[in-house]
Nanobody
Framework: QVRLVESGGGLVQPGGSLRLSCAGS????????MAWYRQVPGKERELVAG???????NYAESVKGRFTISRDKSKNTAYLQMNSLKSEDTAVYYC?????????WGQGTQVTVSS
């Protein structure tokens, strides 16, 4: 059974940093395309950052230069380093993995940026 578990969310002041982690079990991260999405109440879930099997990355315009997605294949864990956080980054952040013709989601972790 595939399971993705996010962690690292919390409350941070504007301008601060957080690192989200997505730990996977029952899945091979080295063969998976990974992505981070976020969602606020009343809005659709939006792509924040993605990393392909080959390591290519892509980012939403709103986070370029501030967020970095990475993956540690040995730990089967993906990360989202978030710097220079803004209030508009407040959302529930979800990890997504595309592996073996299936898509898997984590349960989400809340990120709140507020003074």
């Amino acid at each position: 059974q595939v399971r993705l578990v996010e962690s690292g969310g919390g409350l941070v002041q504007p301008g601060g940093s957080l690192r989200l982690s997505c730990a996977g079990s029952g899945i091979i991260f080295s063969s998976s395309a990974m992505a981070w999405y976020r969602q606020v109440p009343g809005k659709e879930r939006e792509l924040v950052a993605g990393i392909s099997v080959g390591g290519s990355t892509n980012y939403a315009e709103s986070v370029k230069g501030r967020f970095t997605i990475s993956r540690d294949k040995s730990k089967n864990t993906a990360y989202l380093q978030m710097n220079s956080l803004k209030s508009e980054d407040t959302a529930v952040y979800y990890c997504k993995a595309a592996w073996s013709l299936s898509v898997y989601w984590g349960q989400g972790t809340q990120v709140t940026v507020s003074s």
